[in-house]
């Protein structure tokens, strides 16, 4: 560049506003009056620390006023004008920013009284008399609620502890044996020799059976008609025809079966605990704190929503087929729990509609005060509730969520949730629908009951267990095929069990001469005895180890890990993610890693830590003994015939209320 073109870009920054000065310092001018062109750490220094002092003494104002709280619009959600009635067909979450209903489920939460005619021989004599029973039928809770708060963390060891075995002399006497007719009080029955003189009368005379016989062998062979014969020879196979294929178009008809819809979702089965609301209505009368307790409202909030009603409600007794609708929503969104935000109630008239009574609603203070009557909705004929997925409990807490809305003692549930603990993951998540049947006897004059039957379905499963004592006075659980469904995990998973060479616990290692905790058993073998799989699983680890050799570790449901190590080799076809069964060979015997000879080293975890493989205790195989089939063919069909009977045609409870 030329002095000329210098001299034309110098103009030219001049006349924008540019001026050749010298930079900016740090340093001190000389004299008393800067000339502008200095830079002040003080005045830099002091602007930054206002702008924060400013930002957390807005910070802490705003936390003081809102006190502590990270949500604080519950009340005026709650309490919103009302607006124009709309012709929903399904309840909404008004509030979720989102044009996808929420799936809804029927729910069901029956708790009924039955009576049966029991046979049962007293002082030598056959009594018949009626007896009450207990039965509870109901699909799983889908979201949890302060009914399940305080229960204890799951715990593998402290499940094996409530589904030992019963003791005869432990509980009380149970008959279930059910006489085919109703009787009225208490009847005795004398058996008695038929004297030799006694003919019964006949029924039907020889001439019309013969012609009945007659009948029914002319329209099974000689019918002039085009129908089938009475009387044929089922078929071997199912015909083309009954496996659906449409005659002259070579389709395939029929109805689809086993189809689930599954309700379309964005939101993470992790996510935080969403609103939900519930549609319930009374089959008897009921105290309104009865109500509200079963439906998740705490003994404190009770009290809270029956002082806000006090002036608009003449009683809290409630009337039968009383309407409740009831919103609930988290606190946080660390909450692990939810609670009542809003409850509408409506009573029926005498014309059969109903009339709008009151809406009490959670204030940001926990407090409940009169609100307005939320926006319309259908109500549903069966009670309802909104599937929230992140709502969705456990396996585990929803049925101590169920069990506590219908009374059922913290020993009892815990028994419930031990005897399909090893069938059934605890720690997965319930699907809307699950459902759960008990039988119970009605409390003695102490107040106890006595489990006799539970049926819990999970998806399209549905697992039985009935109880059934032996002769030698214990009393356990069986499925319909005799087995209470124990068989978790074998201490010994090897062909033959080995023999024990080395303990669990704090050791001298043979190679290393230090003293080291050894974290399982050493049980030795020949070099390529099968190894099998403890128990049900899935392999989560299946390659070399240092120390260990070769190794795999399986995972089962519930926290329960076992580790194989030392293996000569693996069996072909495994690997990361495949499912294992309890017995199924998964490798053999060898001497690989630190290992002073052939041997397997079996290791078992709960909950990540290491137990000892021989003492832990661990359910055992218990199958009925064949000499019980009959006896226990017959308790299952009358523990079938008292879940089949109508309940009580008076003492019908809802749980409810």
Do not use: C
């Not at 939900?276 to 439906?295: C, H, I, P, Y």
């Not at 095929?481 to 201490?491: H, I, P």
């Not at 000499?627 to 308790?635: D, G, H, L, S, V």
Request: aromatic content about 8%.
């Amino acid at each position: 560049m030329n002095a000329a073109q210098r001299n034309r870009h110098a103009a030219l920054l001049k006349a924008t506003g540019f001026e050749d000065s010298p930079a900016l310092t740090v340093q001190s001018t000389d004299g008393e009056i800067p000339h502008g062109r200095e830079l002040s750490f003080a005045w830099l220094t002091g602007t930054v620390m206002t702008g924060l002092t400013s930002v957390l003494l807005m910070g802490a104002a705003l936390y003081v006023s809102f006190q502590g709280q990270d949500t604080f619009s519950t009340a005026y959600e709650a309490l919103q004008i009302a607006r124009p009635k709309s012709e929903a067909l399904a309840p909404t979450d008004l509030s979720a920013k989102s044009s996808r209903v929420r799936p809804v489920t029927a729910t069901r939460s029956d708790l009924e009284i039955i009576e049966a005619s029991i046979r049962e021989t007293v002082d030598g004599r056959d009594m018949i008399r009626n007896q009450p029973f207990t039965r509870i039928r109901a699909t799983l809770a889908t979201a949890p609620t302060s009914l399940s708060e305080g229960v204890p963390d799951y715990d593998p060891v402290a499940i094996l502890n409530a589904t030992q075995p019963i003791a005869a002399t432990d509980t009380v006497d149970i008959n279930t044996d059910v006489y085919g007719a109703e009787v009225e009080g208490e009847v005795a029955v004398r058996l008695a020799a038929m004297p030799m003189t006694f003919v019964p009368p006949r029924a039907i005379s020889d001439q019309s059976a013969a012609e009945y016989v007659r009948s029914v062998v002319e329209a099974t062979f000689f019918s002039d008609d085009d129908v089938p014969p009475t009387l044929a020879y089922a078929a071997l196979a199912p015909s083309v025809h009954d496996l659906g294929l449409l005659s002259g178009t070579g389709a395939l008809g029929g109805v689809a079966e086993n189809v689930t819809i599954v309700p379309q979702t964005t939101q993470p089965a992790d996510a935080a605990l969403g609103r939900s609301e519930r549609f319930l209505t009374l089959r008897e009368a009921a105290s309104l704190d009865d109500v509200l307790g079963k439906n998740g409202f705490t003994a404190n909030q009770v009290a809270l929503v029956a002082d806000a009603l006090r002036n608009v409600l003449s009683s809290t007794d409630l009337a039968a087929r009383t309407r409740l609708r009831i919103l609930y929503g988290p606190l946080s969104h660390e909450a692990t729990s939810l609670v009542p935000y809003r409850m509408s109630l409506y009573t029926p008239r005498n014309d059969g509609s109903y009339e709008y009574r009151a809406t009490v609603a959670l204030t940001d203070t926990g407090q409940y005060v009169l609100g307005i009557e939320p926006d319309f909705v259908e109500f549903p004929d069966e009670d309802t509730e909104e599937v929230n997925v992140a709502n969705l409990p456990s396996v585990y807490r929803s049925i101590w969520e169920t069990g506590r809305k219908h009374d059922l003692d913290d020993a009892t549930i815990e028994r419930i949730i031990g005897m399909f603990a090893y069938d059934v993951d605890m720690t997965k998540k319930i699907a809307a629908g699950d459902s759960i049947e008990i039988l119970e006897t009605v409390p003695d004059a102490e107040g106890r009951t006595e489990l006799l039957y539970v049926g819990l379905t999970l998806g399209n499963t549905t697992r039985q267990l009935y109880r059934f004592g032996t002769d030698d006075g214990v009393i356990d659980f069986y499925d319909p095929d005799g087995e209470t469904g124990k068989r978790f995990l074998s201490r010994r998973p090897l062909e033959g069990g080995g023999t024990l060479r080395s303990r669990f616990g704090y050791r001298i290692h043979p190679i290393f001469h230090t003293r080291k905790l050894h974290t399982g058993v050493d049980l030795a073998a020949p070099s390529g005895t099968p190894i099998y799989a403890a128990g049900d699983g899935v392999i989560e680890y299946y390659k070399w180890q240092s120390g260990y050799g070769n190794k795999v570790e399986i995972k089962h449901v519930n926290g329960y890990e076992t580790a194989y190590g030392h293996m000569s080799r693996y069996v072909d076809g495994l690997g990361v993610g495949s499912t294992v069964r309890q017995g199924q060979i998964i490798g053999y015997v060898g001497t690989t890693g630190q290992s002073t000879g052939p041997h397997l080293h079996f290791e078992i975890k709960i909950n990540g830590n290491l137990v000892d493989p021989l003492s832990v205790k661990l359910p055992k195989d218990n199958v009925l003994p064949q000499q019980y089939e009959a006896r226990f063919a017959q308790t299952m069909a009358q523990i079938n015939d008292l879940m089949a009977r109508d309940p009580a045609p008076v003492t019908v409870a809802d749980a409810n209320h």
